[in-house]
């Protein structure tokens, strides 16, 4: 059975009197450990993609299954148990608060666990050092570079140990040589802890990075 199953998904949103698919009736399985590149222009249907995926927003129609479970089946809490502890989120931006520092901005997603879960300092300050940040966990967003808040980011989407991580242009605009030491990083997590990633990216460079390759078309989707 595929971790990740999707099974005739479609996207409509409607503004006006219009109608926009985003996704158009597709189906894909992922197996998990499996690290996955989706490569589209932007409009492609990709984000949203990815957010059904991580039961951020409902298909218009179809099934999302994650080990064999309809995710948009659940009840509010179970869908919100499996969007904060099944899944890990890697946004566009690293999205930092700027009044926490580096170690305080890795507990943030303990706060909506289970009730009675203990800040957990000291993994959060080894998920640092594991990104090469082992040094900055004091540090404040505004004292750290563009690449390094992206490892800051990248760390905590990993806090609650997820089995799956989404990731959305996970290197941005960043230079060539730290985009590669974040896609070295994320591959070696993926290798040591058998964690299913699916990101997607406009660069194709970024995507030849996976294991498996995917393209998104207006909407569609096919195998590279």
Same mark, same amino acid.
């Given at each position: 059975?595929?971790?990740?199953?999707?099974?005739? @998904? +479609? *996207?409509?949103?409607? !503004?006006?009197?219009?109608?926009?698919?985003?996704?158009?009736? /597709?189906? &894909?399985? @992922? +197996? *998990?450990?499996?690290? !996955?590149?989706?490569?589209?222009?932007?409009?492609?249907?990709? /984000?949203? &993609?990815?957010?059904?995926?991580?039961?951020?927003?409902?298909?218009?129609?179809?099934?999302?299954?994650?080990?064999?479970?309809?995710?948009?089946?659940?009840?509010?809490?179970?869908?919100?148990?499996?969007?904060?502890?099944?899944?890990?989120?890697?946004?566009?931006?690293?999205?930092?608060?700027?009044?926490?520092?580096?170690?305080?901005?890795?507990?943030?997603?303990?706060?909506?666990?289970?009730?009675?879960?203990?800040?957990?300092?000291?993994?959060?300050?080894?998920?640092?050092?594991?990104?090469?940040?082992?040094?900055?966990?004091?540090?404040?967003?505004?004292?750290?570079?563009?690449?390094?808040?992206?490892?800051?980011?990248?760390?905590?989407?990993?806090?609650?140990?997820?089995?799956?991580?989404?990731?959305?242009?996970?290197?941005?605009?960043?230079?060539?040589?730290?985009?590669?030491?974040?896609m070295d990083l994320l591959r070696s997590y993926n290798r040591e802890n058998n964690s299913t990633f699916v990101f997607i990216t406009h660069n194709r460079d970024l995507a030849s990075h996976a294991k498996r390759q995917?393209?998104?078309?207006?909407?569609?989707?096919?195998?590279?």
């Open positions: 059975m595929a971790q990740i199953e999707l099974a005739e @998904i +479609e *996207k409509i949103f409607r !503004v006006g009197d219009q109608t926009i698919t985003a996704v158009s009736a /597709t189906s &894909l399985a @992922i +197996e *998990k450990g499996d690290f !996955v590149s989706i490569v589209g222009h932007s409009g492609s249907g990709k /984000t949203t &993609l990815l957010s059904m995926i991580g039961g951020i927003i409902s298909p218009t129609s179809g099934k999302v299954l994650f080990e064999g479970n309809d995710i948009f089946s659940l009840n509010d809490d179970a869908l919100s148990s499996y969007r904060n502890l099944k899944v890990g989120f890697m946004f566009q931006f690293a999205s930092l608060l700027p009044v926490l520092t580096a170690q305080e901005n890795l507990l943030l997603p303990g706060l909506f666990g289970p009730a009675g879960r203990a800040a957990d300092w000291k993994k959060a300050a080894e998920l640092l050092d594991t990104v090469g940040l082992g040094e900055k966990i004091h540090a404040y967003p505004s004292q750290l570079s563009g690449g390094q808040q992206r490892r800051v980011a990248i760390a905590r989407a990993l806090m609650n140990d997820p089995e799956l991580i989404l990731a959305d242009e996970p290197t941005g605009d960043l230079d060539e040589e730290t985009e590669n030491e974040i995917l393209m998104m078309h207006h909407g569609s989707i096919r195998e590279q």
